[in-house]
């Protein structure tokens, strides 16, 4: 174990976890109610009393940024989760089956990839209509065919190890060969997949939002407050610029993970 | 005990390519009587490992028959097979490769008596992980320890405590001692000829090594291009061998005698493809005693004496161009 | 003067589990047209030393900590990277145990031959292209035009192995170090590629360092050999004294675990135990755990390098 992989975990992990728990945790720790509006101190800068300055209508940035918190991790979180856990299993079994069902399951997610990620996940959150539940199903379809894929060739490679013919050998099943062997060989890679993948998505979630079609006004989320910032930069950069740096910093830290734990899910450098 | 453990007719497995098929093994016979060791032996491309996976069914036939203690094994269904797979085991030759880098020592010699149910408690289970383990020499300190932490020759000897798990009657062992270093080589040896006595296991031992199969084997097969072209004792094939290729085999080995000054058979050419494998006798178009008739038709195996099966047209011993 | 000298090499590797002496004080020499084995068990060191010879080995982790390496009298160990640059390839050649590591897959074998040729002669594209398919008819290619033109994945890998010799030999280099050059060789193309070998160091007068685990293979081919051991050179010979007499333990259990093809043993002989792990060396002779004729000293005390007699150097407390 040495010393920069322990730091990047340590930075990465801690940033994460202290992201989503000021998040969670939110209603208790906002000073201000994230809706409250008051005209009088619209678009102030940073202040004693509101430590990240006002928007337009008066409300507290550094609340509205706490609360989007939920509404933006939430998402950027749940959305990958989703599609890893229909993602993974089905690229494990085209990878392992092969033959038919590889090439459905292949072809289909070809399909989808085809699609640049963010215009897929716009017309399916504008086919949806926007909300938060079908900015989670956006993200998490398009996310779905990384994970397919992911997981397919890194199965063929686990698929071919002579562990498994002694698996099989041994006599084990088919499923039971998946679930024991295959998934905690190929957990690895699609642990620091998924951690990226979250990156991603809370990038995803911005941009929707900013379209509109993410989770809705007044609700803040820190895509619509980048959206509400845009109208008046120059005037009032606050809300946008808070906004902004909270899904860079969400973002670096998740990424920080995904690398940290790719070395540490190796059994031979991992603790 | 009647008839032979194992009993392989007229083997065949035809690889489909763009243009043709490869036949990786084609019409292979022998048995194996419990408590032998038949070894197969020939070069690369020769077919011993996929006869070896077919054996198993990891690799399913293109034709013939496999009888298993006198039972169609080919035709056995989904569970008749796992049960069958009970008494015959495999072991591989990378024993990097071949144990599960993420599951620890207990698991990996465990796994035949977990998927079989041989064990009534987690208790029962890690005695008989400790016993195997001992059994191949190596000390219950190693139960929760991963593959990595093992060198090549420890590790080898986890797949083998695995393979005895549920108390086989045949292991199928494929090139196991090739990846080891030689001073280990020697101790995975005795250690599976020890096992053979005291279980009376009977082995598959495909080899590429003929200093190693002398050794082990009681009778041995060679293989040239998918295709049997000599069985015999272990005796009777290394003092008499009757096939020119076997010869050949025999005479290029390189010997740790720098005193000896052997006369080879230095072969001419490669190993055909098996995508285009020659006419006639496979090996004619390198064999120093081709005839006419050697290009033309396939020689069968025919018995040369005492259970000695060569195919050539030429049945003799040769002599050995010096 | 010989062609190739070594004293003191020491290779260590600096992990960040500690170091590793990876080559631990070897040394040996070879005559112009003389071959040398270098034998010993995987993790002894042997591909390291020779790796060395060329300064190919990984920096970091790996570091020629002390020693001298004199190839026609100067030392590789301090030379400059241009005078090294110089040297490779064209006066010290190597070849691999896959020979697929040395081609190229997207040029023909021509090509490749002939680029070798160019990197170190001031030849035409014409002359060089003659040159490969010279050397290529050298080392025994039937139809070296038609083997020229060919791209690698088009040979065999007995063809192959043959091609990169050709490759290695095209700058006549006085020396030809070969790594495990017919482990991934069938049983008769083994035989092919060592006659070979043969016949071109009688006709070309190369010197040979030959390393390998396979003890019919130095047998078979080479002069003297030296023994390692966990990075310590354990043995040098004569390779007739050598098989005749081994005067270390570890040659001597490595010999007799070796089977032979002539006689059945009932039982092979082994070496008890494994390899000590390389961050974990024994005190005294690295041998010694694993040695049936160990002594206090032998705890204790490193052996040196001593002369014993016919030849042979060991380095052992109780010679046999």
Known sequence: MNVPIGKLTAIGGGLSLLLILLAAFSPWIAPLDPLDQSFLTANQGPTAEHWFGTDAFGRDVLSRVLFGGRVSLAIGILAPLLSALAGIWAGMLAGYLGG????????????????????LGVMIAAALGPSFQSAVIAIAVALFPRFVRLSRSATQVVRREPFIDASIAAGRGTASIVLRHVLPNIAGPLVVALSLWIATAIRLEAALSFLGLGAQPPAPSWGNMIRDGMSDLVGDPWPAAFAGAAITISVLAFNMVGDALRDLLDPETGL | MTGPLLSVQGLTKHFPLKTGQVKAVDGVSFDVAAGETLALVGESGCGKSTTGRMLLRLTDPTAGSIAFDGEDFLGLGRAALRRRRREMQIVFQDPYASLSPRNRVEDIVAEPLDVHGLCESRAARRERVIELLRLVGLDAIHLRRHPFEFSGGQRQRIAIARALA????????????????????????????????KFGLAYVFI???LAVVRHIAHRVAVMYLGRLVEIGTTETLFSAPHHPYTQALLSAAPV???????????????????ANVPSGCHFHPRCPVAQAICRESVPALRDVGGGHRAACHFGKPFPIPV | MSLLEVDDLRVHLFTDRGVVKAVDGVQFSVEAGRSLGIVGESGCGKTMTALSLMRLIPEPPARIVSGSIRFDGEDVVTMSPDRLRALRGNQIAMIYQDPMTSLNPVFTVGE??????????????????????????????????????????QLSGGMRQRAVIGMALACEPKLLIADEPTTALDVTIQAQILELLRRLQGELGTGIVLITHDLGVIADLVDDVIVMYAGKLVERAPVRQLFAAPRHPYTSGLLRSVPSLDIRERRLATIDGTVPPAHAMPNGCRFNPRCTLARDICHEQEPPLVDVGNGTMAACWAPL
């Open chain 1, 100 to 119: 038919w069902t590889d090439r459905l399951l292949s072809r289909s997610s070809d399909l989808l990839m085809s699609f640049p990620t963010l215009l």
């Open chain 2, 256 to 274: 740790p005698d720098p005193e000896r000054k052997r006369t080879r058979i230095v072969l001419a050419g490669d190993v055909p493809s098996p």
């Open chain 2, 207 to 209: 080899s590429h090594d």
């Open chain 3, 112 to 153: 490749q031959i002939a680029e070798a040729v160019r990197l170190h002669r001031r030849d035409t594209r014409s002359a060089a292209w003659t040159r490969a398919v010279e050397v290529l008819h050298l080392v025994g290619i039937p139809d070296p035009d038609r083997v020229a033109r060919a791209y690698p994945h």
């Open chain 2, 166 to 197: 549920p108390q086989p009657r045949l292991i199928v062992a494929d090139e196991p001692v090739s990846a080891l270093d030689v001073s280990v080589q020697a101790q995975v040896v005795n250690l599976m000829q020890d096992l053979q006595e």
